[in-house]
């Protein structure tokens, strides 16, 4: 069957108003979450933020507390994870360590009751596609990680799933080897046509395999979008923290104008000033919010060479820079709050610059760089 034919087939899958309570500890908590068919969803957040759970209780490996869970439209709650249409990568590949790698593989279609030529045919190919055709009669002992988690990855997919769940699957590789298998998982799934949903707490790793990411923080959905999207327009404090290398001010709104899709919103932050940043959805004039501007968005100049007509900017002072290789690193004090403010910069921009620590700058952007943050 060809690609296309294939992702007709593939599966979406949707959480509706979900918790997870393990006694009184609430792990998620009211989570509602869609998948399209065919896609790739990372479920991303720091380390105890619920994500496993959430895994695990589409795969039938944890109790629904509350909520339903739908897979290709079907309530699966009750069902066990064989009936579910979906497979499960380990982070620890939980390979049979006394099987060679076409038993590992053939065993998911043993427990199918597969008849033994369409068996061998299906390994055969799989093993084929994941590049370990070679490898067959060795045992995972003698294979690299980054073998042994093609093999979980051809074993999990020669059942032919919908829904392929991952949970951190190359968080046991090194960063070269993370890299290259990251493109092979993208390439596998856009040729199968299949629904991917893989947890990891690594941003670069969200970044580059999704068509859809899920934040969570704290046992909640804080925000859904594409890669782009979440990294351009956090939409919470939370977001914006955790994509790290944002600065974050807190004020009120003190007016709020249309301009088309999105709307400007202008906040005044206690003691330095009023600033603009643009918003998905117009805030309330007299809401506490803040806004965040990324360390990249910003631009520096001397004290008295801002250009004309400049609205956001401040006054800061350099306390360290550090070159980091195509980046440089610059911390600096906002003058009139003292608070800790990041700029990055190009290192060829920076060296043109000749600024130094100690000195006084100006920091300036656009009011499109700067993003409102509604909570
Ligand atoms: P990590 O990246 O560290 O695996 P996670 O985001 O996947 O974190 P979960 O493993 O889903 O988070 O855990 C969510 C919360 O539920 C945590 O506070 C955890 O301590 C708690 N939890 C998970 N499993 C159990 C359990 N079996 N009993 C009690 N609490 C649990």
Redesign the pocket.
């Known amino acids: 069957t060809s690609a296309a034919a294939t992702a007709e087939k593939a599966t979406g899958v949707s959480l509706r108003a979900v918790t997870?309570k393990?006694?009184p500890?609430v792990?998620?908590q009211d989570i509602s979450i869609d998948v399209a068919a065919g896609t790739y969803c990372c479920l991303l957040?720091?380390?105890?933020?619920?994500?496993?759970?959430?895994?695990?209780m589409i795969a039938g490996h944890e109790e629904i507390t509350y909520g339903d869970v739908f897979i290709g439209g079907r309530r699966v709650n009750a069902l066990p994870p064989v009936k579910r249409d979906t497979a499960m990568v380990f982070q620890s590949y939980a390979l049979f360590p006394h099987k060679t790698v076409w038993d590992n593989v053939d065993f998911g279609l043993k427990m199918q009751r597969l008849d033994r030529q369409a068996r061998r045919q299906r390994v055969g190919e799989i093993l084929d596609i994941v590049g370990l055709s070679d490898f067959a009669q060795r045992k995972p002992d003698n294979l690299s990680g980054g073998q042994q988690q093609r093999v979980a990855l051809a074993r999990a997919l020669v059942t032919r799933p919908q829904v392929l769940l991952l949970d951190?699957p190359l968080s046991a590789l090194d960063e070269t080897l993370r890299v290259r298998t990251r493109g092979e998982l993208r390439r596998l799934q856009k040729q199968f046509g299949l629904t991917f949903i893989q947890?990891t707490?690594a941003q670069d790793e969200a970044f580059s395999l999704s068509d859809q990411i899920v934040v969570?923080g704290d046992?909640h959905v804080d925000q859904v979008g594409t890669p782009q999207r979440i990294f351009n327009r956090p939409a919470s404090r939370f977001v914006a923290n955790f994509m790290g290398d944002n600065n974050l001010f807190e004020g009120n709104v003190t007016q709020v104008e249309a301009d088309g899709e999105v709307a400007i919103a202008q906040l005044e932050v206690p003691q330095l000033g009023k600033f603009t940043c643009q918003a998905e959805v117009a805030p309330d004039v007299g809401m506490e919010a803040a806004f965040c501007i990324r360390a990249d968005r910003m631009q520096v100049t001397r004290r008295g060479e801002l250009p004309e007509q400049t609205t956001n900017h401040l006054s800061a002072r350099i306390t360290a820079i550090e070159f980091t290789g195509y980046i440089t690193r610059v911390a600096l004090l906002a003058e009139a709050t003292g608070q800790e403010l990041l700029y990055k910069a190009r290192t060829q921009d920076w060296l043109a610059r000749d600024l130094q620590e100690g000195q006084v700058v100006e920091l300036y952007w656009t009011t499109e760089a700067a993003n409102f943050l509604s909570h």
Do not use: D, I, N, Q
């Open positions: 997870k393990y006694g500890v792990a998620v957040g720091p380390s105890g933020c619920g994500k496993t759970t959430t895994l695990r951190e947890v707490h969570m046992g």
